[in-house]
């Protein structure tokens, strides 16, 4: 026998789809036709190849759209690019950190997409580096969106080959870390808090000394006196000294955060010192002043000068609020989260025994709109020579401090209702 004997024949076919063609006897002659073989079975048996390269089509679509998807959904940004830096494909989550729509970046380049003017001549290199086949790893990359903002790119580009050799094209991995970026800025901000804080303590200690003197000798000049008009300055001088006071007491806790020194404390003796040390005031509007405080409740673990500034600047604002005659109703007990009325308190859910107290005052109350930003530093609805919006962003922060909660509710015209958590220590 002077030929090969086949009994199956594989070929490749221009789309790179492989076929097979059987042959039960198929006998080729050897060098007949130089080099060309013939098969010489009558039974030669080819597959449907119609229904296999339909299934096959198929399967490359389904293949073909499972990478679409995935593609298209992944929560990271991709993009390919060419040497010239014509964006080539890329999917939604692209278009969402560049608040581009698609239209946009259809036939654009990354010149046009993600630098800026300054940027343009860094690109460049970047593009050039990888067509020259080497990889560039979580590239920190800045950008300015349509809507004004700015936005804070990680990119990872790198170089896709064909067969190994040749840089085809080259692909992109962004992630967007303006939240991250964000945070920082925030951290750097606690700096510029501490800074302040230091300029806040030269402040009282500097205008805190002859603060006193000024207050000491009004003081005992008021004494002094008889004549009524020399009285009522002297009074007024008092008074603003006594808020200037309050004011860098306030900046400095807002500014400084003491840590706190913590002690055993009865919270019910501190809010009947807050009681007397608003009393001139509440007594001047005609407000009164209404307890109704548990006796049996634990003492808690805290700083007891902070506790009683959350109560004075509490019973400040309540004062402010309760514009003729009205009342300002403290409450304390221990809780039981599901017994109680109010909000939820997210505090609480941590399982530890809670002591609540309930502020209430008849008051104007506070706007729906106004609600969500009143424990901001520097939210304020009073006049500047009266309001400072310290208040409550240094109540908010003593709360936190000792592992607390606080939280409002308000209804304008009939009062605002403050509720305090604190754990027992
Ligand atoms: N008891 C209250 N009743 C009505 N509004 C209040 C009350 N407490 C606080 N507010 C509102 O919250 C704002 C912020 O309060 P705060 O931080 O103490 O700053 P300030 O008292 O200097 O304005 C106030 O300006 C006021 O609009
Ligand atoms: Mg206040």
Partial sequence: MGGYRITEI???????????????????????????????????????????????????????ERFHSLFENTPVALFTYDKNGNILIWNKALEDILGLPEEKIKGSTLFKTIARENQSERLAGMIQ????????????????????????LAMSMFPVR???????????????????????????????????????????HEVGT????????????????????????????????????????????????????????????????????????????????????????????????????????????????IPNGGEIRVKTSMVREERRKGPRMEAH???????????????IGIEPTHLYKIFDPFFTTKPADKGTGLGLAVVDGIIRDHGGEIKVISVVDQGTTFYIHLPVG
Avoid at 35 to 62: M, N, W, Y
Avoid at 135 to 152: C, F, N, P, Q, S
Avoid at 173 to 200: F, H, P, S, W
């Fill in 162 to 204: 064909e067969m190994g050799e040749m840089v085809v094209f080259g692909m992109a991995i962004v992630v967007d870390i303006t939240e991250k970026k964000q945070l920082e800025q925030a951290l750097l901000q606690t700096e510029k808090m501490a800074a302040l804080g230091t300029l806040a303590s030269g402040l009282a």
């Fill in 349 to 363: 859910s941590k399982g530890k025994q809670m002591i609540e107290i309930v502020f209430q005052d008849t008051g």
């Fill in 10 to 64: 594989s070929f490749l076919m221009a789309c790179d789809k492989t076929m097979t063609i059987t042959g039960r006897e198929a006998d080729v002659p050897r060098n007949q036709g130089g080099g060309d073989f013939r098969i010489t079975s009558q039974e030669v048996q080819i597959h449907d190849l119609k229904g296999e390269i339909a299934a096959l089509k198929e399967r490359l679509k389904a293949s073909e």
């Fill in 210 to 321: 002859p603060m006193n003197v000024i207050l000491g000798r009004a003081e005992s000049l008021l004494r002094h006196t008889q004549e009524e008009k020399t009285a009522m300055g002297l009074n007024i001088i008092i008074e603003q000294i006594n808020r200037m006071t309050r004011l860098i007491k306030n900046l400095l806790t807002f500014a400084q955060r003491k840590p706190v020194e913590r002690k055993s404390v009865q919270i019910n003796q501190i809010i009947e010192k807050g009681i007397e040390l608003v009393e001139q005031h509440t007594q001047e509007k005609g407000i009164s002043v209404v307890t109704e405080l548990d006796d049996h409740l634990p003492s808690i673990w805290g700083d007891g000068d902070q506790l009683l500034q959350v109560l004075f600047n509490l019973f400040m604002n309540a004062v402010d609020a």
């Fill in 129 to 152: 580096s990888i067509f020259a086949g080497r990889w560039l790893a979580d590239v920190r990359w800045e950008i300015m969106t349509d809507h004004g903002k700015a936005r804070y």
